[in-house]
């Protein structure tokens, strides 16, 4: 009944405001995105490792707050080429809040750069270097 008045509403011209998503007609959304085809994750994937959309990203944890992009990028560009360094800084301080992202376009550089790294010394202190994104094993 709720259905109906809402369409009565309407026909007559009164504009009712919701809030959130959802609400919109979709069909507008051809028009906002030009038409573009997005790449998707593969549903199939096995367990383990999974790309990003762009690339094959490593998590580091430990890194010490006065890191700077330089030194990461010293560090793991041995591997292969460093797409993308993410440092996320804390407000106050400045200083780097104590993890990294590495994105390599390759998936043997990345773990490459996991195998040789995790648990070796960076500024005077051991990081821990894994996968940033993984799949997790199907629950039975």
Known sequence: ?????????RAQGVDKRRKGRGHRDTTEWADRYGGARFKELDPNAKPGP??????????????NEEAQEEDIHEA????????NI?????????????????????????QAAINEMNGKMLLEQT??????FRKPQRRR
């Open 127 to 132: 990081i821990q270097v894994d996968w940033a």
């Open 50 to 63: 999974t790309a990003s959309v762009e690339g094959w990203v490593i998590f580091i944890t430990n890194v």
């Open 86 to 110: 993410y440092m996320n800084l804390d407000r106050q301080t400045g200083f780097v809040k104590g993890y990294a992202l590495v994105e390599y376009k390759v998936y043997k550089e990345a």
């Open 76 to 83: 793991f560009a041995e591997f292969g080429d460093v797409k």
């Open 1 to 9: 009944m709720a259905d109906d008045m809402d369409h009565d509403d």
